[in-house]
């Protein structure tokens, strides 16, 4: 079948029973709601304590759902209606501190381009190896978690639930893929109920939460020149100079210009609109979203007076169609159709990135934006940040993201009551095009004052104006193909209860990637699968469950395609036991714990071991290239989970989990385990092994027993800690370099032990050994000095170098996160906040924003406790030099600083029209609400936001919406 007429099959089919059931549920009288189950979905927004696994529901499974108090696996789970609270146009920002066992970074909040990254338990694979979950929406691949994803485009509003899965028996059943844990998406469905209309829309505005603080013109000539006498170098400003510069007075030949003011807005305008309609009956259920977001960026609108230029702006616009019908008695159908369709704009680049790197690169005195004979001020170093984007053209990208799926399920009770057979095709699809427009522009440097008019004269051109030329350009593309089938069983005999699941499936995936101006292709990822779970309980007191996939990849040689990753698990609800059971403050109590294999695939290889590392490569003049792996394998790991379940005094809410992990087949590069007389390019070997140990909590408090009052508290507290043991590393000097036993990720750094003082300068012109620095570092008093640790066998050496890093400060993701929910209604109000605390992680203040003056760039205001003869005793920062300082802007453990932060992530007020109000107007609920997201960061760095110290700022957001159901 091509592709084409699938969609449009699926769309058509979609469409028409959508419509139907619009219509014929709008002619239902009211009161046939009262004949069917209301679903739970449905409900409006209130107070409620977040998902408990002690509570009797049906909770989301791989493939599945099970009743929660049956559950054996460690899942963490959030409802779409409890992350609705942030705005944030990219649903991973949504989940800080939402789900026990993830961490969620994210460099910086660019509309269309700000992605967050995901990891389960910390990083369990090292050098290149990918630590991502995978993604699975609706039973089928997400397409991962960065830009253009299927999941990065869902909206809160359209998801039910997000689950993550988190040992061995939840995830073994998919495979080489498993490892590294399951974030599984579950859109909402149509419930049993007359057409319900809900329509929302949001409105606000952004700012950045922290912008670099650079030094004016005239602080920032006062301290060049210093750094030019303490190079022994006569200084480049005059007092008069620095008097201009202060001034203002001439900004012509003493300008100052900060930069960041002249290209970025104070406020931008963010809006959204949702329309959602849901309803069913026995025989036809759906849900129908359709979602516009704006948001723009926080640059000025030079396109409003420039052609040459564009405005920056982000929107798009989200549609989603879940039909359900039970064609016959014994047969249902199924059909998901979603996707979005985005626009994004912006001057000079695809992205910020280059602008934003400008920004904290440029003195404010380098020159003026504009000459006085109109031309564009600039220089050989340094491009005009404003001429940028004002005349170099501008990127307009148009993409388009498609989620389709058509299930079919024939009950079998015919066979046996409880069996059913079910098949299920899936296409998902990205594709992102625009076009560039491009031009060069010319700029001016100001060489000096014509004597006799006063006027500036000007060097030669710098650059050439071109007039506009456009190009059309496919910069990514993903598509996702996916068949499979299922058989199911689900049955409770007396005290005894099955469950069961056997499952075939195939996925080819094609990824294609713009590099530069130049299309990159690579052939078809696909994998073949079978899977099979089954859980038995008895008397739901005591249960047993085991699961396995046997999975097989294009990646990998023929006869070591195909892997077996098994898991088990068991559970006893010890409340059901008689010496429990008539107990009043104990009202469930769970113990479980699960073993097992699962694997990871997603292994990046390098350029230079090639797609597939098991054949042999030659270079283009016939010499061998990199040596195969014939033996190249997936990851494997090891998960022993153990976890409790309770609820107490029938308020309390607690989820306990300690888990173990051992991964081995890491792929190394053979340093310490080949010699190199082999004489050969050696290739990476399945070789590297880790252990990740932690745990996890959380407790949840729902209280208020009064129609007026009802508050609830929720928290998560989750530690992991990762290792390497080992990695195939070379003989290391310094102990302190050894890999194995270490932090997996763990920063080597200089150790930094002071300033250097005059006395031990003089005394280095004699014995340099005495107070060591680096080889090509020409110290002098106010430089910083460095532990020496490193030479044969452990003793110093009189030297500093790489030989005397030693592990300082923590891997790049924090080691302890703890998440807090919390909420309130008083009659009709209600507030929802969430914080989130992370400590056990560091930050390095590197880059022309913290080091001064290096390649020509700037200085910031860190630079203001700058050594100096009179305050040696209480410096913050290393004596200032003009030229590249070899020297003080080493890796070393100066610049490390504590990342430590809590942060109001998101709040939210609102307020519900009493119902005798709303009824009058004939509407069921409304509800005027306020939001924030990222409103206040307490934290250990002074100088940003410590999870994004460079480039595109953190956004503050605050909004004001409105909510009517009819």
């Keep these: ?122 990083r369990n694979t090292f050098g290149d190896g990918d630590n991502s979950p995978l993604i699975i929406i609706d039973g089928f691949i997400g397409g991962g978690s960065g830009l253009g994803s299927v999941f990065s485009q869902l909206l809160p509003e359209e998801i039910e639930t997000i689950t993550l899965l988190k040992d061995a028996s939840a995830t073994a059943i998919y495979g080489a893929r498993g490892a590294n844990g399951v974030l599984l998406v579950t859109t909402k469905k149509g419930g049993y109920n007359s057409l319900k209309v809900d329509f929302s829309t949001r409105q606000g505005f952004q700012y950045a939460a922290n912008l670099p603080q650079f030094l004016n013109a005239g602080d920032y000539a006062t301290l060049f020149n210093e750094g030019l006498q303490n190079d022994g170098q006569p200084v480049r400003y005059s007092q008069a100079d620095i008097d201009a510069y202060r001034s203002g007075s001439d900004p012509i030949f003493h300008p100052n210009v900060n930069w960041y003011d002249e290209v970025l807005r104070d406020v931008v305008p963010v809006s959204s609109y949702n329309l959602n309609f849901n309803g069913g009956d026995s025989t036809v259920r759906y849900f129908v979203m359709l979602n516009a977001l704006g948001n723009q960026g926080l640059y000025k609108n030079f396109g409003d007076d420039f052609e040459e230029s564009s405005n920056s702006t982000y929107n798009r616009y989200n549609f989603r169609s879940n039909v359900d019908i039970n064609l016959s008695k014994n047969l249902s159908a199924s059909f998901k159709l979603a996707g979005s369709l985005e626009q994004k704009d912006n001057p000079f680049g695809y992205t910020t990135e280059g602008q934003f790197n400008l920004l904290a690169s440029l003195p404010p005195n380098a020159f003026p934006v504009r000459n006085p004979n109109g031309t564009y001020g600039g220089s050989n170093i340094f491009a005009n940040p404003v001429a940028n984007l004002e005349s170099t053209g501008f990127y307009s990208s148009n993409s388009r993201t498609l989620q389709t799926a058509l299930r079919l399920t024939q009950k079998l009770d015919f066979i046996t009551k409880g069996l059913n057979v079910s098949g299920v095709v899936s296409i998902n699809n990205y594709f992102i095009a625009g076009t560039q427009k491009t031009k060069g522009y010319g700029r001016f440097a100001i060489t000096g004052k014509d004597a006799v008019s006063g006027n500036p004269t000007y060097a030669p051109i710098i650059g050439q104006t071109t007039t506009l030329s456009a190009a059309e350009i496919t910069r990514d593309q993903y598509r996702n193909y996916e068949i499979q089938g299922s058989l199911n069983y689900d049955r409770k005999f ?202 996890e909590t959380s407790l949840g408090l729902n209280g208020g027993k009064t129609k007026k009052l009802n508050y609830f508290v929720s928290t998560n507290f989750s530690y992991f800690k990762n290792t390497i043991d080992f990695d195939a590393q070379g003989i290391q000097l310094n102990d302190g370099l050894v890999n194995a036993g270490a932090l997996n990720g763990q920063p080597r750094r200089l150790k930094a032990i002071g300033f250097f003082t005059q006395d031990e300068i003089n005394q280095r012109a004699t014995n340099p050994s005495l107070f060591p620095a680096p080889i090509d570092g020409n110290v002098r008093a106010g430089d910083l000095k460095y532990q020496d640790v490193g030479g044969p066998n452990g003793i110093p050496d009189g030297i500093i170098d790489d030989n005397d890093l030693i592990a300082i400060g923590d891997p790049g993701i924090p080691r302890i996160t703890v998440g807090l929910t919390t909420g309130l209604s008083f009659k009709n109000f209600d507030l929802n906040m969430v914080f989130q605390a992370v400590t056990n992680n560091s930050v390095y203040l590197g880059g022309s924003t913290f080091q001064a003056f290096q390649n020509n760039g700037q200085v910031s205001t860190i630079a203001i406790g700058r050594w100096t003869p009179e305050n040696a005793e209480t410096a913050t920062y290393p004596r200032l030099s003009a030229s590249n300082n070899l020297n003080n802007f080493r890796n070393s453990s100066f610049w490390n600083r504590d990342g430590s932060f809590i942060k109001l992530r998101s709040a939210e007020l609102g307020y519900s029209l009493p119902s005798k109000i709303s009824n009058s107007v004939r509407v069921n609920n409304a509800r005027l609400f306020v939001q924030g997201t990222n409103i206040f960061s307490l934290d250990k760095v002074e100088y940003g936001d410590s999870e994004a110290l460079t480039g595109y700022p953190v956004l503050k957001t605050f909004i004001v919406g409105a909510r009517i159901g009819f």
């Design 1 to 122: 079948m091509k592709l084409k007429y699938y969609y449009k099959g699926i769309f058509l089919i979609s469409i028409l029973l959508t419509g139907f059931s619009l219509i014929s549920q709008a002619q239902k009288n009211e009161t046939r709601d009262s004949i069917f189950k209301r679903d739970s979905l449905l409900k409006a927004d209130g107070m409620k304590l977040p998902f408990s696994l002690s509570q009797k529901k049906e909770v989301n499974i791989a493939f599945g759902t099970l009743p929660s108090n049956l559950v054996t696996s460690s899942i963490s789970t959030v409802s779409g209606d409890e992350i609705k609270q942030n705005f944030n146009t990219n649903l991973g920002s949504s989940l800080y501190g939402r789900l026990t066992g993830l961490t969620v970074s994210q460099p910086n909040s660019e509309p269309g381009a700000a992605t967050a990254g995901f990891t389960m338990r910390g």
């Design 494 to 695: 007396g005290k005894h209860y099955l469950n069961g699941l056997a499952m075939i499936s195939t996925d080819n995936s094609i990824l294609s990637r713009l590099s530069g101006d130049v299309g990159s292709g690579t052939d078809p990822y696909k994998h073949n699968s079978l899977a099979g779970r089954l859980t038995y309980a008895y008397n739901q007191t005591y249960i047993a469950e085991f699961s396995a996939g046997y999975m097989g990849s294009e990646r990998f040689a023929e006869d070591r395609r195909y892997g077996f990753f098994p898991a088990g698990s068991l559970g006893w609800v010890i409340s059901n036991e008689s010496f429990l059971s008539k107990n009043s403050n104990i009202n469930f109590l769970k113990l479980r714990a699960s073993y097992g294999l699962t694997g990871n695939d997603n292994i990046y290889l390098g350029s230079s071991n090639g797609r597939y590392p098991f054949f042999q490569n030659y270079n283009f003049d016939g010499s061998e290239g990199v040596l195969a792996n014939p033996f190249f394998t997936w990851e494997k790991e090891n998960t022993l989970n153990l976890g409790l379940d309770a609820k107490l005094f029938k308020i309390l809410d607690l989820n306990f989990d300690i888990y173990n992990r051992k991964r081995r087949d890491i792929l190394v590069s053979p340093t310490g385990t080949v010699p190199v007389i082999i004489g050969a390019t050696l290739p990476l070997l399945n070789q590297g092994k880790t252990t990740s140990k932690g745990f």
